[in-house]
């Protein structure tokens, strides 16, 4: 099983245009979907010998989640990416 947020946000972007749910809606659904994307390398990585696969698996994850404090907690700063 692998998650991908492009099937994500691909799935969500007609509803959006449809107007059956409101962009503000899907982004923390595209955030969270962008985390568990970020998991199924974090997976494939512990498979592999060697650390390099894990050390970028880890920076994929905490790039993300860091991406998500500066930008989603303030609400004036979510506009940033809806508005771009």
């Known amino acids: 099983l692998v998650q991908s947020s492009s099937i994500t946000t691909s799935a969500l972007t007609p509803f959006v245009g449809l107007g059956a749910i409101r962009l503000e809606q899907m982004l923390p659904l595209t955030l969270g979907a962008n985390i568990g994307t970020t998991v199924t390398g974090l997976l494939?990585?512990?498979v592999s010998t060697g650390t390099?696969?894990?050390q970028v698996a880890l920076c994929h994850l905490f790039f993300n989640?860091?991406?998500i404090i500066?930008?989603?907690p303030i609400p004036?700063?979510?506009k940033?990416?809806?508005n771009a």
């Open 52 to 54: 390099n696969a894990l």
């Open 80 to 82: 940033f990416p809806l």
């Open 65 to 67: 989640i860091t991406g």
């Open 44 to 46: 494939a990585s512990l």
């Open 76 to 78: 004036f700063m979510r």
């Open 70 to 72: 500066i930008w989603y």
